[in-house]
């Protein structure tokens, strides 16, 4: 298996960690997201039509197992899992499965864009577009974020991961999108299982050694 990413992004990642905590060993071709997928065009820049083949939507992560490309980072680590045979990361038990499934769904559909409102403002805009975030974008996220983050807290009660007694890439899944969540500014001080939760996944090798922040500048 071939991984297209650049470590920098949410979705990078957290496929990188989730391989990582299945072990999984991939090889690897790595990009600059913001420079690295286009080339000069007469209208301006293109996307590399090499990568295009791979995954017309010219996002990145994508994945190639031979004649198999995938570009859905969950729909990456699904596969992975599937591939390198039984894991307790992503268990065969279906009713475990089907909960974790659930997670990483609840994650493409909610948790991202809410935390990814909190990166662009707080992260990107002053430190890549050079430009201050703005305040009332953010305040008006916060509402759905609380919301959200109290769902994932109220699972998170009484136990240590997500689904289940050991970490599984619905843990990884769901953590991405919140992976720089100090730089983010995430409204967190009153979903203490949450952040209790991130501080156990922190410990884990996986995601301790994919940490973006000194790529970016941040530490």
Request: aromatic share 10%.
């Amino acid at each position: 298996m071939k991984l297209h990413y650049d470590p920098c992004t949410v979705n990078c990642r957290k496929v990188i960690a989730g391989l990582k905590l299945m072990g999984i060993d991939f090889e690897s071709e790595t990009y600059d997201y913001f420079d690295g997928l286009t080339e000069p065009s007469e209208t301006g820049f293109r996307t590399l039509p090499a990568y295009l083949a791979i995954n017309p939507m010219a996002t990145l992560p994508a994945l190639v197992d031979g004649d198999l490309n995938l570009w859905e980072s969950n729909a990456i680590l699904q596969y992975a899992a599937d591939a390198a045979g039984p894991s307790a990361a992503y268990p065969q038990d279906l009713k475990v499965r089907a909960d974790i499934n659930l997670w990483l769904l609840w994650e493409s559909n909610k948790w991202f864009a809410s935390c990814y409102v909190y990166l662009i403002e707080n992260v990107v805009k002053p430190n890549v577009f050079k430009v201050d975030p703005d305040a009332a974008i953010v305040e008006a996220e916060d509402g759905n974020f609380h919301k959200l983050a109290g769902i994932l807290d109220a699972r998170l009660a009484g136990q240590s991961w997500i689904s289940g007694n050991e970490p599984t890439i619905a843990d990884i899944v769901v953590a991405a999108p919140m992976h720089l969540h100090s730089y983010q500014k995430l409204p967190l001080s009153q979903h203490g299982n949450v952040v209790a939760w991130y501080e156990r996944l922190e410990g884990l090798p996986c995601w301790s050694s994919t940490d973006v922040a000194p790529l970016l500048g941040l530490s």
